[in-house]
């Protein structure tokens, strides 16, 4: 039985990886539609949940709400068995008492469901709307049964602990914060992020955790970049050759844990900080090597050698 975590101080608890739905509806960047359609991200679904994850993140924005159309027959199937989170999008024009229980409610109707498990705050744009204004919104969601936790992100440590305070004047933890966090952009370490997460018993979500695909190796091999890669700093070759040994590094620890790949052994390396990370997934077949993952687990000695090769891939 795969072992579990809790979001935070709630009852929400799952195992530690979970999946990110950015790529389900979204043409912009990942052009759905052109080489992947709605029947592979549902047998993306279908493959991780056979591999024992229950924890899927979407938002109202990710393809215009269609991540969540195509997400919510899915959940609904077997309800009590998933955990659902999606995400209010504070632009300023919308910043007033009444848009995020309207924008909720439209959620989860594209759900189709009557309550999410975990709602957060996309990006912390608090010029119109204070930090604490927007947690008691929150609250009042999950006072109203709707909501049965709170998360954020893209939170500064300070913003992070505004919320948590705010929170808790009503009884209510604070679960999350998503944030950007991978071998190649460690900000969370440096800027309190992490530390303040550890300090407040609050589960920091790590989305690109593979850096779109830079961490998988597969770009070392003289694969073609092209559409958002191609404007990404870590598909430039400079930037390629500087992670080529962390890549050698981690196909050899990989090798020592069964064959694991580089992309595996990348998302043990953030369980093992303790961060929970939502790798995305167009398709079974990367769903698959998202889940290879999960079940083992790295040594603080082989941890220490993939930091180390991290480090001087960043700096190099």
């Not at 790529?23 to 279908?46: F, I, L, M, N, P």
């Not at 024992?52 to 997400?71: C, N, Q, V």
Request: proline share 4%; aromatic share 8%.
């Amino acid at each position: 039985m795969t072992e579990t975590i809790a979001i935070g101080k709630t009852d929400l608890n799952v195992p530690p990886l979970g999946l990110g739905t950015w790529q389900w509806g979204d043409r912009g960047v990942w052009q759905y539609g052109a080489g992947y359609t709605q029947s592979d991200v549902e047998a993306a679904y279908r493959e991780s949940r056979a591999a024992g994850i229950t924890f899927f993140d979407t938002a109202e924005i990710y393809g215009r709400g269609l991540s969540e159309k195509i997400l919510g027959p899915l959940v609904r199937v077997e309800r009590g068995e998933v955990i659902v989170a999606t995400k209010f999008a504070p632009f300023p024009y919308r910043l007033t008492a009444s848009t995020l229980p309207k924008a909720l409610d439209a959620s989860l109707a594209r759900l189709g469901l009557e309550q999410v498990d975990l709602y957060q705050i996309h990006w912390p744009w608090g010029a119109m709307i204070s930090i604490e204004r927007l947690m008691d919104a929150l609250a009042d969601q999950v006072e109203r049964g709707k909501v049965r936790a709170v998360g954020v992100s893209n939170y500064t440590a300070s913003q992070m602990r505004r919320a948590h305070a705010a929170l808790a004047k009503r009884g209510i933890a604070l679960a999350s914060n998503q944030v950007h966090y991978s071998l190649l952009h460690r900000k969370p370490e440096q800027n309190g992020v992490l530390a303040a997460c550890r300090e407040l018993t609050v589960r920091l979500i790590a989305y690109s955790p593979l850096e779109k695909g830079a961490l998988t190796g597969k770009y070392h091999q003289g694969v073609t970049v092209s559409g958002a890669r191609a404007r990404n700093r870590h598909f430039r070759p400079a930037a390629l050759q500087a992670s080529a040994p962390l890549i050698e590094v981690m196909t050899s620890i990989g090798a020592a844990h069964g064959g694991k790949t580089p992309a595996q052994v990348s998302l043990n390396w953030l369980i093992h900080q303790g961060a929970l990370p939502i790798p995305g997934a167009k398709n079974a077949g990367q769903a698959t090597s998202n889940a290879g993952a999960l079940g083992w687990s790295l040594t603080d000695v082989e941890f220490e050698q993939i930091t180390q090769a991290a480090n001087k891939a960043i700096s190099g």
